[in-house]
């Protein structure tokens, strides 16, 4: 969907196979961007008047993927149409593979899943207001796609004009939407099925275009031609953004160059677009000095004798910890009393505004992560400016460098790396065992397994038979002797520590039911020896294990160490504090004295999903979204402060030996790279609160 030369690589046109869909729907990957993409669905939803329009989202953002990203990608979406969600995705298992289906969970394996609500119910709100009445757009631009038909051919020759046919794609879409002109594509298949003659506008289906925009294309149909010179007859408004089309159903044609000659030509830029379309602007999103955002992009419905206007960003933010607010002044065209819907909360707030020369000016301050839902009332005769009141600063209270903590789980040792032997075979040499599933597969003359390979479930039932043991050296600094093992396949394992038997009772599960634990009978001082056996057949992979307890792990160049635990950890990531695999939930607890008076919390440095407040046992709300403050009202006397971060999953389930941990980096293969793209030493990603929360004291 992402670009011409990629529809008509693949699937041909995809706004012609969207009018067959009560409820069209796109699948946005890894945390893209794709406003054509969306914009092309929202086109058709609007012109066929679709009750709602679908998207899959968050596929192959992996295990460390944070609220504010789900966010953020929730929100640009949002005001690109999308009012059914469809997240990526809930486990039934863990199992094999399926581990590997680009996560997070949405689901019990994630340790933030029972906390998802908040970010579900933003966008609920969000999609109630914007389901309701209809779109307010007035520019319709004529979608290039059958241009790229014409050009489309062999790379050696054809390559130069398709890209630069994308680019002008990419190009007309960024300027408009973030230059404040809400559009739709008109699609040329569709076109003699939508069109309907009227005295008012170009009218495609239940839409109605006050412009028309004929970007620098190789050719139209005549039947597109015919009734752009109608609409340019009765006075509408057609723009030729650069080069007028050449040809006419794909053969020569003065056609087009002859409209263009009767209408408005511009060149294909920016600034002379956003210009020549100065009329049909709703809205204009400034910033205080008087430059536009580049940044915003909306989606405005008239609902009644009102509308809604909800407003996001589209840029990724290039730093997760600013707190600076970005000054809006949002201009909308008529007389409007403006009341601002907070979605995080539920609740409604009146916002500063002006009215003036037919216009209403909003005053707003949006954080990184503020996505704005306005409802748009009926004019009232005063301005509102209202009179906050001001607090007086008395002093911040900075943390400790240290806090007691406590983890929410069982420490994690991951064992990652074993020698093996097949059938009894000699031991070989060490290996990381994620290859070795192929590597012994190969040596047993048994298909390998691989993102192509059948799922274990379309496998027929087998009698296995053959055999692996794995040999796990274990290097610890301290005796334990509460120590447990996860595995997938315990029910199915021999297992001995130190060449002593050990009865595989499960005793629970670990991250999900498929990773099955039981007790061992205790660690050495120095090297511990772990074997394994296990059937291999076609439906069985070798995975991970697991040692889990209440230990410290030192990483000691390719060496994972046990070591004693502290009773103190400072504000950093969790890999430098003997917890470099650890993925649950982390509490940290510290005590403050105060009068009695108004305290702000501020936490803007953390990895993590979101961190949960609880002041004398008393919990007081989450911070997960810039500005990263939360407020609330403290008597005199101690307090007992307690933050629970709420961790992820990477440095547990991750590719933790591939070297480009690129964002898109979530199928199986990651996990079985070699040369340059694996590497012995463990790729861990942080967690944790990164540095001291602060907070300032006001009366």
């Known amino acids: 969907e992402i670009s011409p030369y990629k529809q008509t690589e693949n699937s041909g046109d995809v706004m012609r196979c969207y009018r067959n869909m009560e409820i069209p729907g796109i699948d946005i990957l890894c945390n893209n961007v794709e406003l054509g993409t969306a914009k092309q669905c929202q086109s058709v939803k609007n012109q066929l008047r679709r009750e709602a329009m679908a998207s899959e989202m968050y596929g192959v953002t992996g295990w460390d993927f944070d609220f504010r990203g789900y966010k953020f990608q929730g929100d640009w979406q949002a005001a690109l149409g999308v009012t059914i969600r469809v997240p990526h995705l809930s ?61 489309f051919g062999p790379k050696d020759t054809c390559n130069d004009l398709c890209r630069q046919l994308d680019e002008n794609f990419s190009n007309i879409t960024n300027w408009l939407l973030r ?20 005295e008012n506008g170009f009218c495609v289906g239940a839409m109605t275009y006050d412009a028309v925009i004929v970007t620098p294309c190789l050719t139209l149909r ?48 920016r600034c002379s677009l956003l210009d020549a379309l100065k009329d049909e602007r709703d809205i204009d999103i400034l910033n205080t000095d008087g430059t536009r955002t580049d940044n915003l992009i909306y989606n405005l419905r008239e609902d009644n004798k009102s509308k809604w206007l909800f407003i996001a960003s589209c840029v990724q933010p290039e730093c997760k910890e600013i707190t600076d607010a970005q000054k809006l002044i949002i201009r909308v065209k008529g007389e409007y009393a403006p009341v601002l819907y907070n979605t995080l909360n539920g609740k409604t707030e009146n916002t500063e505004f002006k009215l003036k020369n037919n216009a209403t000016e909003i005053y707003i301050n949006r954080y990184q992560s503020d996505s704005i ?133 499960v005793c629970g599960y670990y991250t999900d039911r498929s990773i099955k634990k039981i007790v061992l009978p205790g660690i050495l001082k120095g090297e511990n020896t772990l074997t394994m056996q296990l059937p291999l057949g076609l439906r069985t992979n070798t995975e991970w294990c697991y040692l889990l307890g209440n230990f410290g792990v030192k990483l000691s160049g ?95 389930f991750g590719a933790l030996h591939c070297v480009s941990q690129l964002e898109w980096a979530g199928s199986p293969p990651t996990w ?12 861990t990603r942080e967690l944790g609160i990164l540095s001291a929360p602060r907070i300032e004291i006001f009366e």
Not at 618 to 629: H, K, Q, T, V, W
Not at 672 to 683: I, K, L, Q
């Open 91 to 151: 486990w039934t298992a863990m199992q094999g593979e399926a581990k590997r289906d680009y996560p997070a969970s949405f689901n019990y394996q994630s340790p933030w899943w029972r906390e998802y609500k908040y970010t579900e119910d933003h966008f609920a709100r969000i999609n109630v207001a914007l389901s309701r009445g209809k779109p307010c757009v007035k520019v319709a631009v004529i979608h290039p796609l059958e241009s790229m038909y014409l050009a």
């Open 179 to 198: 230059g404040g002109i809400d559009f739709d594509f008109i699609n040329e298949s569709m076109l003699p099925m939508q069109y309907k003659d009227s």
């Open 222 to 269: 005549s039947s597109t031609l015919e009734r752009l010179k109608k609409f340019s007859k009765k006075g509408g408004k057609l723009i030729f953004a650069g080069q007028a089309p050449r040809y006419a159903d794909a053969l020569f044609s003065s056609g087009c160059e002859e409209l263009a000659g009767k209408n408005i030509r511009i060149p294909f830029e």
């Open 373 to 505: 839902l306005l409802r748009l009332g009926e004019p009232k005769k005063a301005s509102i400016s209202e009179n906050k009141v001001r607090l007086n600063h008395i002093k911040t209270l900075y943390f400790p460098a240290e806090a007691e903590y406590e983890l929410e789980e069982e420490n994690v040792l991951i064992l990652d790396r074993a020698r093996y032997s097949l059938d009894n075979s000699p031991i070989r040499e060490e290996e990381e065992i994620l290859r070795l599933d192929n590597i012994c597969r190969a040596e047993l003359s048994m298909p390998p397994r691989g993102y192509d390979y059948p799922q274990p479930w379309v496998i027929p039932h087998e009698v296995t038979k053959h055999s692996i043991k794995l040999y796990f050296t274990i290097n610890s600094e301290t005796e334990l002797c509460d120590v447990k093992l996860a595995s997938e396949n315990i029910d199915n394992a021999k297992i001995t520590l130190n060449n002593k038997p050990v009865i595989s009772k």
């Open 558 to 652: 390719r060496k994972a160490v046990i070591v004693p635990t502290q009773e103190k950890i400072g504000y950093m990531s969790l890999d430098r504090q003997k917890m470099p695999f650890y993925g649950g939930n982390v509490i940290y607890r510290t005590e403050i004295e105060t009068q009695s008076c108004t305290a702000v919390l501020h936490i803007n440095h953390f990895r993590g999903a979101l961190i949960r407040v609880f002041i004398d046992g008393e919990d007081i709300g989450m911070i997960a979204f810039s500005p990263y403050a939360l407020s609330f009202k403290l008597e005199k006397g101690k307090h007992k402060i307690k933050l629970v971060l709420y961790g992820h999953r990477f440095n547990t």
């Open 672 to 683: 079985r790279t070699d040369g340059d793209e694996w590497c012995y030493e463990y790729v």
